[in-house]
């Protein structure tokens, strides 16, 4: 059984295209979070979601918008893509909001052409 | 500000040497974590600790709350240890979110 799972795992797209990425655990957790690791190998928070609510925000372009339909799914919506988009997006679990052990998915490579 | 250092960035280790990471970090933390991120690129917590030391089979993490300043080691590494090491912590500042180390990458050679 997968803790979190991300689909897709491979997204090769256009620039100015529109995709988005799935996230879902199934822990039971109450928290989830959008990370992303640049080219760098760099991870940096992009958002945080506790029982559905935004909680955590970063400087994000507003070209990404997440989404967290139930507690168990948090999705990430990207608009007009760009080609400093490309990274590897993981998202993570905790059992509260930036306390306990995190669970993180297996990432998602995103290429932007 | 709200940082983490990581250090080396870069380690080479021969297999069954004793390796040693270090992290520092800026201000009050809630709790700091040490992430595993293996080549093929998943990432696995192997630590979450606010105080004291933790040990998980050859691993070993420690914390110094008033230095501001945590270690991870490795004892008798094997190849399979081979990876990216990350220190990360969430500062009580910050809402609790998660600032990541730039990571230590580690390769043990047979």
């Known amino acids: 059984d997968t803790a979190v799972s991300q689909t897709p795992k491979y997204l090769v797209t256009q620039m100015g295209n529109d995709k988005s990425i799935k996230c879902e655990q199934n822990l039971g957790h109450d928290t989830m979070y959008w990370y992303k690791q640049d080219s760098k190998k760099f991870l940096k928070i992009m958002f945080s979601y506790n029982n559905k609510e935004l909680i955590i925000n970063e400087t994000v372009p507003n070209r990404f918008s997440p989404k967290s339909p139930d507690k168990a799914h948090l999705n990430l919506h990207i608009n007009s893509l760009e080609l400093g988009d490309s990274a590897v997006y993981f998202c993570?679990?905790?059992?509260?909001?930036?306390?306990?052990?995190?669970?993180f998915g297996p990432g998602t490579r995103l290429t932007v052409l | 500000k709200n940082e983490v250092e990581q250090s080396p960035q870069n380690l080479t280790a021969q297999e069954g040497e004793f390796i040693t990471i270090n992290c520092s970090y800026s201000v009050g933390i809630s709790a700091l974590h040490w992430l595993q991120q293996h080549p093929g690129g998943g990432i696995v917590s192997l630590f979450m600790l606010s105080s004291g030391k933790k040990k998980h089979g050859r691993l070993i993490a420690t914390i110094n709350i008033q230095e501001k300043h945590s270690s991870l080691h490795i004892t008798a590494s094997h190849p399979r240890d081979s990876a990216v090491y990350i220190c990360?912590?969430?500062?009580?500042?910050?809402?609790?979110?998660?600032?990541f180390g730039g990571g230590t990458r580690v390769l043990v050679k047979p």
């Open positions: 993570a679990s905790s059992h509260g909001p930036g306390f306990g052990e995190q669970f």
């Open positions: 990360a912590v969430s500062f009580k500042a910050a809402g609790n979110k998660l600032t």
